[in-house]
């Protein structure tokens, strides 16, 4: 049963635009999330995060919206530039324990057009 | 600031051979750390995690094995490798005092013939 889902698993952009890349949840314990990006052979490199207790973390280009009612979350990248062309995960945690696993979606495929 | 290594970076192995993959972190000390695969065209899977020296737990049953004999080293072995485990292995990293966080290491591309 996936917990965090990325039903993309593509999406093309036009250099310039924004790029918009969806995640869905299901479990209501999840208090934090994140977004990773990676290149191909490479290990995945973290972008931005957000608590539960919030709605909105913007960092440069790059804004997380969470809606936690909807139990979603969303990536915009303004502007997208050819460089952000990678895979995004999505990963959201819970405050259990010392531990705090990252469950995963499966990731979305952003490729960015000149 | 704090790096973490992964060797080798690629590596090609015949089926019933063994295994042992290799992580290190510098710059921090008693952090979280956890080996993940990702299979072609899948998301990441996490295989083991380990909070302590000595201290491992597994995700998912599977023909690997993990240890942490230091502090900042994180181990992946196998005594006999399967066609199944083709994939590429990553390592990373978690502060205890972050909320969630991981950083990973560059990975190692796996290849069992």
């Known amino acids: 049963d996936q917990q965090v889902k990325q039903n993309s698993p593509s999406l093309s952009v036009q250099e310039g635009r924004i790029s918009i890349l969806n995640c869905d949840y299901t479990?209501?314990?999840?208090?934090?999330f994140l977004w990773y990006k990676k290149y191909p052979a490479e290990g995945p490199t973290f972008l931005i995060s957000?608590?539960?207790i919030k709605d909105k973390n913007e960092d440069g280009r790059f804004t997380v919206f969470l809606n936690k009612s909807a139990k979603h979350l969303s990536l915009h990248i303004v502007p997208s530039q050819p460089g952000d062309s990678a895979v995004y995960f999505c990963a959201a945690s819970e405050s259990a324990g010392n531990n705090r696993k990252l469950i995963w979606g499966l990731g979305t495929s952003l490729a960015v057009n000149p | 600031s704090q790096t973490i290594h992964q060797w080798p970076a690629t590596l090609v192995q015949p089926v019933g051979s063994p295994l042992s993959l290799e992580c290190t972190v510098e710059?921090?000390?008693?952090?979280?750390l956890y080996w993940y695969r990702q299979a072609a065209g899948r998301g990441l899977q996490l295989l083991f995690y380990s909070v302590g020296i000595g201290q491992i737990s597994s995700e998912v049953p599977q023909n690997l094995s993990a240890s942490r004999p230091q502090d900042r080293q994180f181990i992946l072995s196998s005594k006999k490798l399967l066609l199944s485990d083709s994939g590429f292995y990553l390592c990373a990293w978690r502060g205890r005092e972050w909320r969630g966080e991981q950083f990973f290491g560059p990975g190692t591309r796996l290849t069992v013939l």
């Open positions: 710059g921090t000390s008693n952090p979280n």
């Open positions: 479990n209501s314990m999840f208090d934090y």
């Open positions: 957000i608590s539960s």
